[in-house]
């Protein structure tokens, strides 16, 4: 007994010096961190994070592969806690969600069982998961049994849904998935998703410049969701309801219904739904990511401004708008006439933005009451010029400066702002755009009695937007064609009389397709006007060169006077000046300042958190997927638009009230489903292998 | 020569030692989940085994046998066992760190496992010789690791087919590894 006893002792003895001795020679430095870390994770060995067990965990977060937060059952306390180790703002790390990336479409309704088979992975195993869509939900639910914290449940659609109250971006659903339908991402980095050549893609969410993902929320309209529309809408347009009633919308002549029938009303469904938010008196509430501390300057608050304000305000960085007009909008508040975008709707718009926490700054003017300079002195790391363009182009004819006289943007701008202008009684408007036609029906709503449209070429070249037209048609507004100004001939007070023009006739097509107008010799006219507008166009006001700051001589112009940028990071030719919109494209879309500023959004984060500015990969930006642009379209059965209800004609003449009206919900409903939904078909069982 | 073959045939098929002892079956059921870990697991098994073998072999030769206390091989072989995969894990993390990341979290997990010590104590009743019994380790290894993969690739497909609620996981691993150890009866007259 003594014997074996002592034995055992001795044995025990034995190995335990061994063993201290090899923990010394074999000892590996291991960072003090981890052990503190790890001290103040949950210890729970759930995995829920995705690394194995809790000292993987903090060795992830002391290795830098992972944020303070990892731990997804963790108090506030100990998420502080392991930042504070870390010496880290535990702020910064933002929570991820998994979220649904295939929106669905017409799923086949029945599952396909083969041998039994009934988890999307076997079903990916056995067909390699070929289907009509490349991306499509199986919907038979691997990722609800992946889910340790019950957040993904199947839908009524067949595809699965994620309570974001209960996930806490573990990913084990993104993992389970073959398929990769479901996806872990941050907001901000669903926020800065941009279109690219691979993605499946609708032909009007490929075309929109805003990248808006148009089949979803026409989808979500069908479902009765309009909120969760105004969300999707929301996630790449700030001003839903501006776009909603100003936008020409490009998407609609790309709709794959209009091949065989009227395309679908994109852009009234989108009024219906930002309108509908409005109406219902209370405003969603948007998220921001955390505070990053870090500061921005946006100069300018028209589209691209507001956007760019939005998106990195949403992204946690602190944001101020400056602007040099009394009020926040720009182009769209000064240069879009109150008939076709009210004052209140576009306060209200913008309020929201502002509620999420940006500064304004009204009446400054950029390289007059402050710089570049003023600007980093006040700790701003980033600037984002959407200085827009203002400066209308004149004729060069004699007599064009009489008074009497005005150009385009001048006359809207100084309107809206509220100054009552002199018109007289008869007006022509010199040009054929969009802004010569809002000028045209300004001067019929300030009670003018005769209105011409003075343009060189004829109605079929006119690059106004045909509803336009067509409104000031129906307001009386008389439209001379094939004339080109020569001379303004005024009085002896040196006021406008008459305008002289020149006959034209067409030629041969120039270098842009359309008919070269060509005049025609003694054929001078003249028009008995009181006022003269000229609307032939505009570029940036370049007058922010003035800024003293040394750096602004290294920010560079085009010849068109825009501001020379990277096209595909906006960034400019001073590192930390980003630039979008009209002061970098001329004069174009809301909705093209809308996608700029988001754009722009992007770069200044990157920018801001020290990383390369590069270009999206693989960027679709305003190219095609060549394939799926169709010619034809098999089984339509043809379906009238919905009509736009429009204010009749003879109650818009004595006030600037708004002429388009909302959809009512029966017709808008109507319109969702005349969508087909298209790059959104899902697994059909009939079809085994491809 | 021909002996060491036939030996190692012996405990890889004849005696295996997962379908044919039924040792270390917590293990068996544990890791057979996916390819992966059955893999890993495997690895580990046929490091420790072979090490094990051979100090426990040592162990009992000119210590135990000597002293006449034969009476202690299983605790002082539980002892020998643990000390000793502590050791390799040091060893393996200061020295070959590559090798410590691929066995990962397996080395410390097999320390108390009962087929490495199964093995070690019939090497022991078997009078092996110092070379037999490391021969005979290693092919242990070889056949805890081949039941297992082969395991792990059934449950796998298990795993994508229907099956009645009551039978799933444990239970049908368990009917299916009854099922293994049928098939592995068959070698019984291989030797």
Redesign the interface.
């Known amino acids: 007994m003594t014997?074996?006893l002592l034995?055992?002792l001795g044995?025990?003895g034995a190995?335990?010096i061994?063993?201290s001795f090899?923990?010394k020679?074999?000892?590996?430095y291991e960072d003090p961190r981890i052990a503190l870390v790890e001290e103040n994770l949950a210890g729970a060995n759930c995995g829920g994070c995705g690394y194995?067990?809790c000292s993987a965990a903090a060795e992830a977060v002391v290795t830098g592969k992972a944020l303070p937060s990892v731990c997804v059952i963790s108090s506030a306390e100990g998420i502080s806690n392991v930042a504070a180790v870390m010496g880290m703002d535990p702020g910064t790390a933002e929570a991820h969600q998994a979220y649904n990336m295939c929106e669905g479409g017409t799923r086949a309704t029945d599952k396909y069982?083969y041998?039994?088979?009934?988890?999307c992975?076997?079903m990916a195993?056995v067909f390699g998961g070929k289907r009509d869509c490349h991306i499509g939900c199986v919907g038979l639910g691997d990722c609800v049994k992946a889910c340790k914290f019950g957040a993904v449940t199947m839908g009524s659609d067949g595809h699965p849904m994620v309570d974001d109250n209960k996930c806490v971006g573990c990913g084990a659903c993104q993992k389970a998935c073959p398929k990769d339908i479901i996806e872990v991402k941050s907001m901000s980095e669903k926020l800065l998703k941009f279109n690219q050549k691979h993605d499946p893609l609708a032909p009007c969410a490929q075309t929109c410049p805003a990248e808006i993902n148009i089949p979803m929320y026409i989808n979500q309209i069908k479902a009765g969701d309009y909120l969760g529309a105004v969300q999707t809408i929301r996630m790449r347009n700030p001003l839903l309801l501006s776009c909603g009633r100003v936008c020409p919308h490009p998407c609609e002549s790309e709709c794959r219904r209009g091949i065989e029938d009227e395309p679908v009303s994109i852009n009234q469904l989108k009024r219906f739904v930002a309108d509908y938010e409005m109406f219902s008196g209370a405003r969603i509430p948007i998220k921001c990511a955390p505070d990053t501390g870090k500061k921005v300057a946006v100069v300018g608050s028209g589209p691209s401004g507001l956007s760019c304000a939005y998106f990195l305000r949403r992204l946690g960085h602190e944001v101020s708008i400056f602007e040099s007009m009394p009020k926040l909008g720009g182009m769209i508040r000064y240069g879009i006439p109150e008939y076709r975008l009210p004052d209140d709707v576009l306060d209200w718009e913008i309020e929201g933005i502002l509620n999420l926490g940006i500064k304004s700054y009204n009446h400054v003017k950029f390289g007059v009451d402050f710089g570049l300079g003023s600007l980093m002195a006040a700790g701003y790391s980033a600037v984002f010029l959407g200085v827009g363009a203002w400066q209308d182009y004149e004729l060069g004819i004699p007599g064009e400066h009489l008074e009497g006289c005005f150009t385009g943007i001048d006359m809207l701008s100084r309107r809206a702002g509220g100054e009552v202008l002199d018109l007289g009684k008869t007006a022509a408007v010199i040009g054929g755009g969009n802004t010569a036609v809002d000028c045209a029906r300004t001067m019929l709503r300030l009670g003018l009695e005769k209105v011409y449209m003075v343009y060189r070429r004829t109605r079929k070249e006119m690059p106004a937007n045909e509803v336009e037209i067509v409104a000031s048609e129906e307001e009386g507004v008389e439209f001379v064609f094939l004339a080109a100004p020569t001379k303004v001939i005024g009085n002896d007070d040196d006021h406008v009389t008459h305008l002289e023009y020149l006959q034209m006739q067409l030629g041969e097509p120039d270098a842009s397709g359309r008919r070269r107008p060509e005049p025609i010799e003694g054929s001078e006219t003249l028009l008995e006007v009181d006022t003269i507008v000229t609307a032939i166009g505009q570029s940036p006001e370049a007058s922010f060169k003035q800024d003293p700051h040394p750096r602004m001589a290294e920010l560079e112009l085009t010849r068109w006077n825009t501001i020379e940028n990277n096209p595909e990071t906006l960034q400019s030719t001073i590192p930390y000046v980003f630039t979008a919109g009209d002061a970098a494209t001329g004069p174009s879309l809301v909705v093209d300042a809308i996608g700029g500023g988001r754009r722009a959004a992007r770069s200044i984060d990157l920018f801001l958190k020290g990383k390369k500015v590069e270009p999206v990969i693989d960027s679709l930006q305003h190219r095609r997927i060549k394939e799926s642009i169709f010619t034809t379209v098999k089984g339509i059965t043809p379906r009238k638009r919905a009509k736009m209800p429009e204010l009749p004609v003879d109650k818009r003449l004595d006030s600037f009230v708004e002429v388009d009206l909302v959809l009512p919900e029966d017709k808008a409903l109507k319109e969702a489903n005349r969508c087909l939904n298209c790059c959104r078909l899902c697994y059909n069982p009939d079809i085994k292998t491809a | 020569m021909t002996d060491y073959f036939v030996l190692a045939i012996s405990c890889i098929f004849v005696n295996n030692i997962l379908l044919a002892q039924f040792l270390g079956n917590c293990p068996f059921l544990g890791t057979s989940k996916k390819m992966e870990t059955a893999a890993g697991m495997s690895m580990a098994v046929v490091f420790v085994l072979v090490m094990a073998g051979i100090i426990t072999w040592i162990t009992d030769t000119y210590l135990l046998k000597p002293l006449n206390i034969e009476f202690l091989r299983t605790l002082s072989f539980i002892l020998v066992i643990a000390s000793l995969v502590q050791f390799v894990e040091m060893f393996l993390k200061k020295s070959i760190p590559g090798l410590y990341a691929g066995l990962g979290i397996f080395l410390p997990l097999i320390t108390t496992n009962c087929a490495v010590m199964g093995a070690c104590l019939i090497n022991i009743k078997e009078e092996y010789t110092f070379l037999q019994a490391t021969v005979a380790s290693f092919s242990y290894a070889i056949g805890f690791g081949l039941a297992l993969v082969l395991f792990a690739g059934l449950r796998e497909r298990i795993n994508i087919a229907r099956v009645p609620q009551p039978l799933q996981d444990t239970s049908l691993g368990l009917v299916t590894a009854g099922m293994i150890a049928l098939s592995f009866y068959a070698f019984k007259g291989m030797v």
């Open positions: 014997e074996a034995f055992m044995l025990g190995c335990g061994v063993l090899a923990s020679i074999f000892h590996v194995a067990g069982h041998m039994g088979v009934t988890s992975k076997a195993v």
